[in-house]
Nanobody
Framework: QVQLVESGGGLVQPGGSLRLSCAAS????????MDWYRQVPGKQRELVAG???????NYADSVKGRFTISRDGTKNTVDLQMNSLKPEDTAVYYC?????????WGKGALVTVSS
């Protein structure tokens, strides 16, 4: 079992920044990948940013150049730095881990971008 806990969500004005953090615990050895997803009510959950097991990163086109994913192996955390936030970035952000054959999700962190 892998447990994921997100923190750092909140309300921010357009153009502002937020940093989300995901702390992983439990059976974290050999996790294949960790990612950040987001979901807006009535829409499918979408991949925002992630790491593959090989260490490369990938981003949704809508956040490239504005969001940065990073990780700290000593703390077992994966962070998402979000800059130049837009109202359309408003969503619940979920931390996700894949450890074959299981998928694990955090409970989510609400990010609201509004003036």
């Amino acid at each position: 079992q892998v447990q994921l806990v997100e923190s750092g969500g909140g309300l921010v004005q357009p153009g502002g920044s937020l940093r989300l953090s995901c702390a992983a615990s439990g059976s974290i050895f050999s996790i294949n990948s960790m990612d950040w997803y987001r979901q807006v009510p009535g829409k499918q959950r979408e991949l925002v940013a992630g790491f593959t097991r090989g260490g490369s990163t990938n981003y949704a086109d809508s956040v490239k150049g504005r969001f940065t994913i990073s990780r700290d192996g000593t703390k077992n955390t994966v962070d998402l730095q979000m800059n130049s936030l837009k109202p359309e970035d408003t969503a619940v952000y979920y931390c996700h881990a894949y450890k074959s054959p299981m998928h694990y999700w955090g409970k989510g962190a609400l990010v609201t971008v509004s003036s």
